[in-house]
């Protein structure tokens, strides 16, 4: 007995749209993406609805290895002011790969210009989940106004990694004493 | 002597393509934006050498726009941090906006991938002339780290267009006393 490890349609299909949406923007074709991915277009309907939920789907798929890449482990016996410092740490990593294009539900939203895609609802939905680990951790380090400090934070992600993701600063020196200050000013200690 | 109002071909085509990029984005085809502006395609690249190169001009063409909307005048007899302060109530009040849809230098520099694009170029040229500005006036206002003051506002800046523009965040209560935050910490009273 094998174990077949070939990526089936869709994996490919959802590989092939995250990536190439990421690399060169939410325009790109459907003959493009059934392309890259070795997929027909009559597979892909069978797949999929439309484009726009194949795209939905991929950035769905990458929610995990996005939270992965950024959040600390649950429970890591740190402090709330080190758990939300480790996500701009993480931030600053990523952002120094010169493949590096910025938050990928940043710019799907921004793209897309309309709220109401459905690619644009996942986004939204993931970057809420962001602002709230921001909100519980900010509540937990006793922030005088939890709130303000969440906003204020996903604010400085999103803006963070716009700016690197279009190469405009490589945010070292920044983000630290940037989310520093704004801990401090909170009581978050 | 009649005086001719009647906008250019050139004219209507930086604006068709300044107004079409901005609520569409940047992958708007020649055609729509000929059909727009009521200009052949003929006319079009008789103008302009390619869409790309439309793009970069209506771009550099709404620049004074930009910086009119945002800067304090000249010497207005306002502190820096004043004066500081004012691109960001400015933005506050055009984030209100129902069509807004956040920095149009940041989009179009997102939406495009490539920073060698022209109207990439067009775009960080712009966006840099602000952080100029915030850095100017840093220095005047004798921040303890004038560079760092001005990323951080252009950081604040881009972040809070950005999160406006997707109707993440409105803006209200959070810009002005992030900014303040920042000029606080770094001695700019």
Redesign the interface.
């Known amino acids: 007995m094998t174990t077949d490890v070939k990526p089936s349609s869709r994996d490919r299909l959802l590989e092939a749209a995250a990536t190439l949406t990421y690399?060169?923007?939410v325009?790109i074709g459907i003959e493009a993406l059934c392309k890259a991915a070795g997929v027909s277009k009559r597979s892909m309907y069978q797949l999929f609805e439309s484009k726009d939920d194949l795209l939905a789907a991929s950035l769905q798929e990458r929610a995990a290895a996005f939270v992965a890449g950024l959040l600390p482990a649950a429970d890591d016996g740190r402090s709330p002011r080190e758990r939300i410092l480790h996500v701009f740490e993480q931030l600053e990593s990523q952002a120094s790969a010169p493949d590096y294009?910025?938050c990928r539900y940043?710019?799907v939203?921004?793209?897309?210009?309309d709220?109401s895609h459905p690619a644009?609802r996942v986004a939204?939905r993931i970057?809420a989940d962001l602002m709230g680990f921001f909100r519980a951790e900010a509540e937990q380090g006793g922030a005088s106004d939890p709130e303000?400090l969440a906003?204020?934070l996903?604010?400085?992600?999103?803006?963070?990694s716009?700016?690197a993701?279009?190469?405009?600063?490589k945010l070292t020196?920044?983000v630290t004493?940037?989310v520093a200050?704004?801990l401090d000013?909170a009581d978050v200690r």
């Open positions: 690399q060169g923007g325009s294009h910025g940043l710019a939203q921004i793209e897309l210009k709220q644009s939204h970057k303000l906003r204020q996903i604010l400085v992600f999103d803006g963070a716009a700016r993701g279009i190469g405009a600063d020196g920044l004493p940037t200050t704004l000013v």
